[in-house]
């Protein structure tokens, strides 16, 4: 699935960044892959976002969970066409609604708000959404956003 969502995204970013938490991971994937690592173990994707903004001098940061293996070029073009000057972040919908802070770009000006929420021991990336101000959906296809989280999701898809 990681590779499947990897070739997506290089699709659409030069550089690309993987989010391995705090150690590497067996991934075998032909590209050449950049790693990250959590500063602060075990505090999810909120941790990851952080690193990537670390290890990246782009003022944008594209955030897509590994488990979203259908996630298209064209879905993720839609979302990074949204991004402004006058925004903090865009973020997917589904067409009932359903907010996905793991396929959405965050703007490097929220990284003391990260940080500073990381800091307090909050983890949940729907808690640095409410903080921020100036947030748009992004309307994408629901089955571009579908999520696998268990072996069992596997038939449902094949």
């Known amino acids: 699935m990681i590779g499947r969502v990897f070739r997506s995204v290089s699709s ?14 067996p991934l075998e994937l ?6 990250v ?24 940061l594209l955030a897509v969970a590994c488990d979203m293996p259908f996630i298209t070029v064209d879905a993720l073009r839609h ?7 006058s925004l903090q972040a865009v973020m997917a919908i589904e067409s009932n609604g359903r907010e996905h802070p793991l396929c959405a770009c965050y703007h490097r000006d929220i990284l003391p708000v990260v940080e500073a929420q990381l800091a307090r021991g909050h983890r949940a990336l729907r808690d640095l959404l409410e903080q921020l101000g100036r947030v748009q959906t992004v ?20």
């Open 79 to 85: 979302l990074l066409t949204a991004r402004s000057p």
């Open 12 to 25: 659409v970013c030069e550089n690309v960044l993987i989010s391995v938490g705090d150690e590497p991971l």
């Open 139 to 158: 309307l994408l296809p629901d089955d571009a956003l579908r999520n696998i989280n268990a072996p069992d999701d596997l038939p449902t898809v094949r």
């Open 30 to 35: 032909a590209e050449e892959v950049r790693y």
């Open 37 to 60: 690592y959590d500063k602060i173990p075990n505090a999810g994707p909120l941790a990851g976002i952080c690193a990537g903004f670390h290890a990246s001098s782009s003022p944008w």
